[in-house]
């Protein structure tokens, strides 16, 4: 029996290894409870700053003339009230481009349905810096937030 149980001992430990070794390779990947309680948990720090007048740097990758152009966006009172082409100086509409609330609302949503591909956060202020999604055709692809600055 020493035997038998000495040749199933070694198997043991490799299957024991690579369950971990699987659990613990991507914690915040598609779909995971753990990408989905990261957002809640980041999406507390932002809200318990109160902030509703702020302006931050947008900038997105899709099929759009706009993609990958950094874009000055204004919020006051919780709506996005301007955007403006950092590189021209152009206006834009700006009833199509997200708050940091609605940045969080699509992470989630992305989250739930299994379409999250990354994630990242202000490390002081918790906003969503980095969202990455499964490509889909004439889709959104991935979104990034920066250069956060309350106003008064």
């Not at 959104?140 to 956060?148: C, G, P, T, V, W």
């Amino acid at each position: 029996m020493t035997r038998s149980f000495a040749i199933i001992r070694p198997s043991l430990s490799v299957v024991l290894v690579l369950i971990m070794m699987s659990a613990c390779a991507n914690p915040t990947g598609p779909g995971s409870i753990t990408s989905f309680q990261n957002i809640i948990a980041h999406r507390a720090l932002w809200r318990a700053q109160n902030l509703t007048d702020y302006s931050y740097t947008y900038q997105f990758w899709a099929f759009n003339r706009l993609a990958g152009q950094p874009l000055q966006l204004e919020i006051r009172a919780d709506t996005v009230r301007s955007v403006v082409v950092v590189a021209t100086g152009d206006s834009i509409n700006p009833a199509y481009f997200p708050t940091i609330d609605a940045l969080f609302e699509r992470a989630l949503s992305a989250a739930k349905d299994g379409s999250l591909r990354r994630v990242a956060f202000d490390p002081v202020r918790g906003f969503p810096t980095a969202l990455g999604y499964a490509t889909v055709p004439d889709g959104l692809s991935s979104q990034e937030a920066s250069d956060l600055q309350p106003r008064q």
